[in-house]
């Protein structure tokens, strides 16, 4: 029986207040959307607006309108919401509804405990029934009495019992508790891991860390351990419960006391077998509640201690900055209200002389700890992004590496960027080799931009998903210790060796697919990591619902990618149609959204003029 068959509607309501936030920050609310639309729950116009938007703070908080509109101009119907919601199709891809429902379950059953005793009430019809059916007994008891007056007095007693009214109704039986899993018989072994209740998900522990571990995220290496509202991969949960040190999750994570590899080993649980070779299971490199922070006030002797490695336990007494020039002062002073805006971004573009790079905030731990900053070839500290262009390794990268305009100095003083201690002993200051080796490798995947179980590249700093790659890296292809070549590093190794003569146009396009295959999917992965919205990613017709109304031939860069793992291309020209043909349908679909024009217009230019390079056209 569901929970809203037991609870009132304001019972419902205060639940689906307290939660509301949580639900607006689902990943991926397109279904979630499409489910409370169906069931007449939004209005169509801000069903349209918000599943447009592709930015993900955004569908947060056109999500988070939505509901908070609903609460306060829907309320009556917020029973029907629940029942809508907690759907099974619905719970299986949201973890955090299931979370939810569980919780509102549980408010169910410490409702049903505290009613526990209470008089079963009855209706007037019942009353009157059984008012006279107690009369009735009445009379027969009180005859029997006059015949049995010799018992006992202890009989007597039992028989005035008998006499009541009340004593002929039926007894009341007590209501269970319920249970959620499956009661076991005696000598039966507790192997909850079969129990139906079970099927999704496991509650497991790691030290004295509690966890809920999601079987199909398991399955697919994505993150599956969650920790109130934080996702972890195993390796991850396994850190955070302080057991780094043992560095095998599948012994150290366990359910009731069970490790999971054996429950893999037994076929219990399905997991990602990783068998060496480049398939390297990226580990977090920010466990939570870790790092160490300085004042930036201690920045520049920090800096210095970190390069000379001298006297690092005598770090109690340290000397206060140098003072700013006039002129880096005055800088400062303009630049300083733009700095404190700076709190909510975590990437920042970098400059230093004809290098460029991004800074990853979530990365930095000082100018030698903690590898920030992303180049086109490698990850780097500042310090090292400064030698590379400079030629000198000294702790002047604060003043000589520009952030969009600013040196660095400026977002260190503003604590947008903060320097960790050197007693830090997080995994940027004090990593272990894995640690080190994760370091030098982004931590998503390059085409879809989503975390998880990455394979990396041995010559450059990309990561992919291994479904994400072009061609699919396969298990059987990492079971031996030689390095691993993304396409990208591959078409680059061979480039020099492909064309040595222009070409027309209409002659490349009529190569058969099956020789010029590299190509075809380097520059298929070019375009969709030039993507970064993962706006022609997906199926449109899923978040669209009039989409099909208005083109006929949907296409995305998935499909593509699909038609060529499985070969179903004949010619070059084939696979440019379909590139060319979402693009096309992106232009007659958003004729009013000027935003999306522009940006599929930019990403064809760059398909195209990229094709030319690639197979060398004749201009």
Same mark, same amino acid.
Not at 64 to 71: K, M, P, Q, V
Not at 239 to 262: D, H, V, Y
Not at 387 to 414: F, Y
Not at 534 to 541: G, L, V
């Given at each position: 029986?569901?929970?809203?068959?037991?609870?009132?509607?304001?019972?419902?309501?205060?639940?689906?207040?307290?939660?509301?936030?949580?639900?607006?920050?689902?990943?991926?609310?397109?279904?979630?959307?499409?489910?409370?639309?169906?069931?007449?729950?939004?209005?169509?116009?801000?069903?349209?607006?918000?599943?447009?938007?592709?930015?993900?703070?955004?569908?947060?908080?056109?999500?988070?309108?939505?509901?908070?509109?609903?609460?306060?101009?829907?309320?009556?119907?917020?029973?029907?919401?629940?029942?809508?919601?907690?759907?099974?199709?619905?719970?299986?891809?949201?973890?955090?509804?299931?979370?939810?429902?569980?919780?509102?379950?549980?408010?169910?059953?410490?409702?049903?405990?505290?009613?526990?005793?209470?008089?079963?009430?009855?209706?007037?019809?019942?009353?009157?029934?059984?008012?006279?059916?107690?009369?009735?007994?009445?009379?027969?008891?009180?005859?029997?009495?006059?015949?049995?007056?010799?018992?006992?007095?202890?009989?007597?007693?039992?028989?005035?019992?008998?006499?009541?009214?009340?004593?002929?109704?039926?007894?009341?039986?007590?209501?269970?508790?319920?249970?959620?899993?499956?009661?076991?018989?005696?000598?039966?072994?507790?192997?909850?891991?079969?129990?139906?209740?079970?099927?999704?998900?496991?509650?497991?522990?790691?030290?004295?860390?509690?966890?809920?571990?999601?079987?199909?995220?398991?399955?697919?290496?994505?993150?599956?351990?969650?920790?109130?509202?934080?996702?972890?991969?195993?390796?991850?949960?396994?850190?955070?419960?302080?057991?780094?040190?043992?560095?095998? *999750? #599948?012994?150290? /994570?366990? !359910?009731?006391?069970? +490790? $999971?590899?054996? %429950?893999?080993?037994?076929?219990? =649980?399905?997991?990602?077998?990783?068998?060496?070779?480049?398939?390297?299971?990226?580990?977090?490199?920010?466990?939570?509640?870790?790092?160490?922070?300085?004042?930036?006030?201690?920045?520049?002797?920090?800096?210095?201690?970190?390069?000379?490695?001298?006297?690092?336990?005598?770090?109690?007494?340290?000397?206060?900055?140098?003072?700013?020039?006039?002129?880096?002062?005055?800088?400062?002073?303009?630049?300083?209200?733009?700095?404190?805006?700076?709190?909510?971004?975590?990437?920042?573009?970098?400059?230093?002389?004809?290098?460029?790079?991004?800074?990853?905030?979530?990365?930095?731990?000082?100018?030698?700890?903690?590898?920030?900053?992303?180049?086109?070839?490698?990850?780097?500290?500042?310090?090292?992004?400064?030698?590379?262009?400079?030629?000198?390794?000294?702790?002047? *990268? #604060?003043?000589? /590496?520009? !952030?969009?305009?600013? +040196? $660095?100095?400026? %977002?260190?003083?503003?604590?947008? =960027?903060?320097?960790?201690?050197?007693?830090?002993?997080?995994?940027?200051?004090?990593?272990?080799?894995?640690?080190?080796?994760?370091?030098?490798?982004?931590?998503?995947?390059?085409?879809?931009?989503?975390?998880?179980?990455?394979?990396?590249?041995?010559?450059?700093?990309?990561?992919?998903?291994?479904?994400?790659?072009?061609?699919?890296?396969?298990?059987?292809?990492?079971?031996?210790?030689?390095?691993?070549?993304?396409?990208?590093?591959?078409?680059?190794?061979?480039?020099?060796?492909?064309?040595?003569?222009?070409?027309?146009?209409?002659?490349?396009?009529?190569?058969?697919?099956?020789?010029?295959?590299?190509?075809?999917?380097?520059?298929?992965?070019?375009?969709?990591?030039?993507?970064?919205?993962?706006?022609?990613?997906?199926?449109?017709?899923?978040?669209?619902?009039?989409?099909?109304?208005?083109?006929?031939?949907?296409?995305?860069?998935?499909?593509?990618?699909?038609?060529?793992?499985?070969?179903?291309?004949?010619?070059?020209?084939?696979?440019?149609?379909?590139?060319?043909?979402?693009?096309?349908?992106?232009?007659?679909?958003?004729?009013?959204?000027?935003?999306?024009?522009?940006?599929?217009?930019?990403?064809?230019?760059?398909?195209?003029?990229?094709?030319?390079?690639?197979?060398?056209?004749?201009?």
């Amino acid at each position: 029986m569901e929970p809203m068959d037991w609870l009132q509607n304001h019972e419902l309501l205060r639940f689906f207040r307290r939660h509301k936030t949580e639900m607006s920050c689902m990943e991926n609310p397109h279904t979630f959307l499409c489910q409370l639309r169906d069931h007449d729950l939004i209005p169509e116009d801000r069903y349209k607006k918000v599943s447009c938007m592709r930015s993900k703070d955004n569908m947060r908080k056109g999500l988070y309108e939505i509901l908070d509109r609903f609460e306060t101009e829907r309320s009556q119907e917020i029973r029907e919401f629940w029942r809508c919601v907690f759907k099974d199709s619905i719970l299986n891809q949201y973890p955090t509804l299931r979370l939810l429902r569980n919780s509102l379950m549980d408010e169910k059953m410490g409702k049903e405990e505290s009613d526990k005793g209470k008089p079963k009430a009855l209706s007037d019809s019942e009353e009157e029934e059984e008012g006279e059916k107690g009369e009735e007994k009445q009379e027969k008891s009180v005859a029997k009495k006059r015949n049995l007056r010799s018992r006992s007095a202890r009989s007597d007693d039992h028989e005035e019992e008998l006499a009541g009214p009340s004593s002929q109704l039926t007894p009341r039986k007590k209501f269970k508790k319920i249970c959620f899993s499956t009661p076991l018989k005696k000598g039966e072994e507790k192997n909850i891991w079969n129990w139906p209740i079970y099927k999704l998900q496991l509650p497991v522990t790691c030290g004295n860390r509690e966890g809920t571990l999601n079987r199909p995220r398991l399955a697919k290496g994505e993150r599956c351990i969650v920790v109130g509202k934080q996702w972890f991969s195993p390796t991850e949960f396994e850190i955070f419960a302080g057991k780094k040190s043992s560095k095998n *999750w #599948k012994s150290s /994570i366990r !359910c009731m006391e069970t +490790p $999971l590899g054996k %429950l893999i080993e037994q076929g219990h =649980l399905q997991a990602v077998t990783y068998k060496g070779g480049p398939k390297k299971v990226k580990k977090s490199l920010f466990p939570p509640g870790d790092a160490t922070i300085v004042s930036s006030g201690d920045e520049d002797e920090e800096e210095d201690r970190h390069l000379d490695e001298e006297d690092r336990v005598s770090s109690s007494s340290r000397e206060s900055s140098p003072p700013l020039s006039d002129e880096e002062r005055e800088q400062q002073a303009e630049l300083q209200p733009q700095a404190s805006h700076d709190g909510g971004k975590t990437v920042f573009r970098v400059t230093c002389g004809a290098s460029n790079g991004t800074l990853h905030k979530k990365r930095f731990a000082s100018g030698t700890c903690g590898k920030s900053i992303r180049t086109e070839t490698s990850w780097m500290t500042p310090v090292e992004f400064l030698e590379l262009e400079l030629g000198r390794k000294d702790a002047s *990268w #604060k003043k000589d /590496i520009d !952030c969009e305009g600013r +040196p $660095l100095c400026v %977002l260190v003083k503003a604590e947008t =960027l903060r320097i960790h201690s050197l007693l830090c002993n997080c995994s940027l200051c004090k990593p272990d080799e894995e640690e080190q080796k994760n370091q030098k490798n982004d931590d998503e995947c390059c085409i879809c931009r989503m975390e998880g179980e990455l394979v990396m590249c041995d010559d450059c700093p990309r990561a992919f998903h291994p479904k994400c790659h072009l061609p699919h890296v396969e298990d059987g292809l990492l079971g031996n210790e030689i390095g691993w070549l993304c396409t990208f590093c591959v078409y680059r190794t061979n480039e020099r060796y492909l064309y040595s003569e222009r070409m027309e146009r209409e002659a490349a396009l009529s190569y058969q697919i099956s020789q010029r295959m590299l190509q075809c999917q380097y520059l298929l992965l070019c375009l969709w990591s030039a993507d970064e919205e993962q706006i022609f990613a997906a199926n449109p017709c899923l978040y669209l619902t009039d989409y099909s109304d208005v083109i006929e031939a949907p296409m995305w860069f998935g499909d593509i990618a699909g038609k060529l793992q499985q070969n179903l291309y004949q010619t070059v020209g084939e696979f440019v149609t379909d590139v060319h043909l979402v693009f096309s349908n992106c232009a007659l679909y958003n004729r009013k959204n000027a935003e999306l024009l522009v940006t599929g217009n930019r990403l064809k230019e760059s398909f195209d003029r990229e094709f030319k390079s690639v197979f060398n056209i004749k201009e």
